[in-house]
Every structure is written in structure tokens, then in C-alpha cells.
Nanobody, 115 residues
Framework: QVQVVESGGGLVQPGGSLRLSCAGS????????IGWYRQAPGKQRELVAG???????SYADSVLGRLTISRDNDRNTVYLQMNSLKPEDTAVYYC?????????WGQGTQVTVSS
């Protein structure tokens, strides 16, 4: 079964940038739909960006134009490039790998946007 591990979180000032990585192992990474989710204190986990095995992209309205999801199947990695970050982007960001038969989550990486 696939395993995914997130990295790249940290503390940035408003307007700054981060690139999160979701590294997969244990299966054929290219067949999975990958979603980036986030969860802030007191809020439900929400999908912010997704990319299917065929390369179809989706974004939450709140991050359109600022966050970009991409995948490099040769490296078994999906990226989330985050630009123009806002304090409301502060959350734990989770990577999810899914097929019709599999649903796996990473451990999360903290993103804090604060001046």
C-alpha cells in the first residue's frame, strides 16, 4: 500500500512563499489521485488542491491564483507551491493519496503565516 509523507512547512511572513512536498512510496505513485488538505484549529479539514492520475487540477476558491499543485511521477512526489500567503492559510497541511480501493493520509506539516 502507498505511504505518503509531507514536508516543507514552516513559518513565513504574509506575502511569503513555501513549497510543500508529498513523497509517496510502496506502490505505483502515478495511479493515485493526490489531494492537499488543511485543518486549522476549530475548523474542519478542507480540500485546498487536488490532482488526478490524469493530471486534472482542482483548487478551493480561497487559494485560486496563489497555490499551485503539480506532480513529478518520476520522483514519486506531488508539490504544493504556495505564494502570496495570508494569515488565514495557517493550518496543518495533509497529503492524501486515493484510488477506488485505497485512501491514505500523511502525518501533516504545519504552515504558519504570521508577521
Amino acid at each position: 500500500q502507498v505511504q505518503v509523507v509531507e514536508s516543507g512547512g514552516g513559518l513565513v511572513q504574509p506575502g511569503g512563499s513555501l513549497r510543500l512536498s508529498c513523497a509517496g512510496s510502496g506502490s505505483i505513485f502515478s495511479i493515485y489521485t493526490i489531494g492537499w488538505y488543511r485543518q486549522a484549529p476549530g475548523k474542519q479539514r478542507e480540500l485546498v488542491a487536488g490532482i488526478t492520475s490524469g493530471g486534472r487540477l482542482s483548487y478551493a476558491d480561497s487559494v485560486l491564483g496563489r497555490l499551485t499543485i503539480s506532480r513529478d511521477n518520476d520522483r514519486n512526489t506531488v508539490y504544493l507551491q504556495m505564494n502570496s500567503l495570508k494569515p488565514e492559510d495557517t493550518a496543518v497541511y495533509y497529503c492524501n493519496a486515493r484510488t477506488i480501493a485505497t485512501d491514505r493520509w500523511g502525518q501533516g506539516t504545519q504552515v504558519t503565516v504570521s508577521s
